[in-house]
């Protein structure tokens, strides 16, 4: 069973400086009828004008993955870190017992990105923080693993039992994955139309798949780029 979450169905908000679509009920917009997925609870997808962000707040027992697709975001945390996050890289941070950050977009241009958040699997986590870069031919062709429980083949580590893939495709090109038993999927498209089991997903769009043994992906619209969430 595939269940199609549109992107022009998800929650807006415009503030001038944000202008962000919520996947899932979030901050101001609530709908019952989409908590999360799972242990997904949040996918934002974030347009930040150029030299504009996030001050100082703080989180608590979440895990929060940062994906940026055009522009940057700076980030300061108060567990020392400072780092910028680019295309192509994958932030990590679990918020645990509590942390404090600041983010920041792009100086010149707007920054386009999606942050996501994922249940822990246990509260009162140490709070901790990693990025990692992966080279776009990594994930051309093929789901490329970028976060997991284990931090298997150098993807960075979720405290969740869940997998993170993300991939990018040529127009009809394919993928497929095999859904072990008892296990669901939150695909949600970057760019590009991605045909899933028959169903079309356009920019924006998400899907939660659950009863279903294997997914069949071909790209149908140029170069198509997508997350695939593997969840228990």
Do not use: C
Not at 50 to 59: K, M
Not at 91 to 120: D, F, K
Not at 200 to 220: I, Q
């Amino acid at each position: 069973m595939i269940k199609i979450r549109r992107s022009s169905e998800r929650g807006h908000a415009d503030y001038g400086w944000l202008d962000t679509h919520y996947t899932f009920s979030f901050s101001n917009y609530y709908d019952p009828r989409f908590m999360g997925f799972r242990d997904l609870r949040v996918i934002n997808e974030d347009f930040i004008a150029p030299d504009q962000g996030f001050p100082t707040h703080g989180h608590r027992d979440m895990e929060i993955v940062t994906y940026v697709m055009r522009g940057e975001l700076s980030h300061k945390d108060s567990m020392g870190n400072g780092t910028t996050i680019r295309p192509n890289e994958v932030q990590r941070m679990s918020a645990g017992t509590g942390v404090l950050h600041s983010e920041y977009s792009s100086p010149t241009e707007e920054t386009h990105l999606l942050q996501i958040w994922i249940l822990p699997e246990e509260e009162n986590l140490t709070p901790g923080y990693e990025q990692t870069y992966f080279p776009p031919e990594e994930k051309k062709g093929k789901l490329r693993l970028v976060a997991s429980r284990g931090g298997t083949d150098g993807s960075v580590t979720i405290h969740q039992d869940v997998d993170l893939y993300s991939s990018i495709l040529a127009e009809d090109e394919t993928v497929s994955f095999d859904l072990r038993e008892n296990r669901h999927a939150w695909i949600q498209i970057v760019k590009g139309r991605l045909e899933v089991n028959g169903e079309t997903l356009e920019p924006g769009d998400g899907a939660a798949v659950s009863d279903e043994t294997r997914l069949e992906m071909r790209a149908r619209a140029g170069e198509t780029e997508f997350l695939l969430f593997d969840l228990n």
